[in-house]
């Protein structure tokens, strides 16, 4: 998992970077949730398959970190790891290791509340016109 | 990229009309504040809103401004309800998060009790902090009687009486609302959290009036100087988050089918008279009254804290609810606009309804002197009460600002915080407070704010709204 922090005034995003697209979905799905909690902390001890449909790539991007942090927001499961099973512009099938929130055990370090559109980015990388992998930005609402 | 601005007084600049614009951009601030608003990119989102169809007169941008996502915070927009667009992104994730104050009969001199119990016994018996859970269990029934009712249904329970229903906005209730268009995931979410805070810049406060800039217009609000008052900042919850995202969800599908070419994709909208505008606005309801009945509920259990550690009667406390304001929301309204009366839907994402005096739907107490406006500050400074205009109502379709505006980011405050004691410089400051989230302290420092002050000053010299009262927090308890 690669990413960086962007700080903006009233919110917070993320630049996410994978060597593929399946590395990039998985790991900005691990970066949310390296925000959201200790991920040290988890076992991963429950399994869920998920699949998530989108038009585009963006698309597709947003609808999948929604749908896992509703999995957060919703039903109190923290992300512990991921495995894209299938992947194509329209849908993705994942496999999430995740455990149920324990308050005594569990650490939220902060509040992400929704996975914006706005400045959505999923992009190609080139370095010196070969290509270098994916990246992508998403900003969130804290 | 800096953006020009056309100065025209003191207090206002116009962004002028240029590419997909369809209207001008009109920004209401003055020239100390204008370099950290033109440092990011609210301007280009002020411009970015005056392109969407329907939309009226201008781009309106509150002194408060700062980068939203699609919508600037600090943005009212008006659209032809016959023409034009609703957004949920022009609303916000935090439907009707807004602001309540309650006024008591004591001064600070009369208090008891320490503000350090006090303190801690807010903290301890109004639940707060990120997904907080509350005593209120609500089977599914119960929960759309909330979403259809509002505040109405949280005084049916004991929470609160009549009185507080003629002193909210709308009488606390959106007749509109149709829960039926909400999603099984918003109702499951809503279930848990009536009668919580929330997290982050939600808060508790208890202050006392430290100065009254108009006496007539403070008696009518029952102000007074030195007296106890209660404020709270509380909005829908994960109630309100789910329905925002699910519609956004849905009219970013949607928008591509109208050919709307958008700037940002989070400025996903439908227009008004469709079935997919209409079901937003109408779901935007159920969290708007869900707000009122959580904000009505919150302020039951303040008045039950205060009557225990003040161990003083209901009688004697005499508390009772100045006004109940929305910040984030949608609202059918009759406007004027190029000499006639319009129906228009006026989205106000971080800010307040501002109405003047003799408006039809201010309640008979405030006919006379026009809407109460709650403008809170950081914790550390003040807060403000203000009244509604004439000038409001002919130039930003009755609206003002809604509080301080963030100038540091969550990270950069934290940062700033280090090796502070930010608690105990608000001590020496005469100010306890106390707080949930581990970061919540840093990341809602005095600094991470713009100058309050400053913020009213502008709405107050443009004649947008007018100086009531001045605020000074004595106790707050933070998410």
Redesign the interface.
Known sequence: MSYKLIDHTADLGINVFGADLKDLFASAACAMFDLITDTDRLEGSREHVLKVAGDDWPDLMVNWLREILYLWNGKEMLLKAVKILSLSEYELIANLRFDNFVPDRHLVKIEIKAVTYHQIQVNKIQINSRPGGWEAKIIFDV | MTIQLNKIDDYRWELPKTGAMRVPGIIYTSASMLKDIQS?DALKQVANVATLPGILKASLAMPDI?????FP?GGVAAFDWDSGIISPGGVG??INCGVRLATTSLTKKEISATFDNLANALNQNIPSG??STGSIKLSEKEEKKVLTEGSRWAVRQGFGDNADIMHTEDGGCMPNADPDLVSQ?AL??GKKQLGTLG??NHFLEVGTVETIYDPVVAQAFGLFKGQITLMLHSGSR?FG??V??DF??KM??HV?KLGIDLP???L?CAMLQSKEGMNYFNAMACAANYAWANRQILMHKFHEVLLKVFNISPRDLDMNLLFDVCHNIAKKEVHTVEGKEHFVCVHRKGATRSFPPGHKLLCDKYKAVGQPILIPGDMGSASYVLAGTETAMKETFGSTCHGAG???????AKKASKGRAIYRELEDRGIIVRWT???TLAEEMPDAYKNVSEVVEVVHGAGISKKVAKLKPLVVVKG
Do not use: T
């Open positions: 990011e700062h980068w939203g996502y699609g915070i994730y935090d990120v997904g995931r499951e979410r997290s982050g994960g988050y789910q925002c995202d956004l969800a970013a599908k591509k940002d994709r989070q996903a963030r100038v540091l980011s969550r990270h950069a989230g581990r970061s």
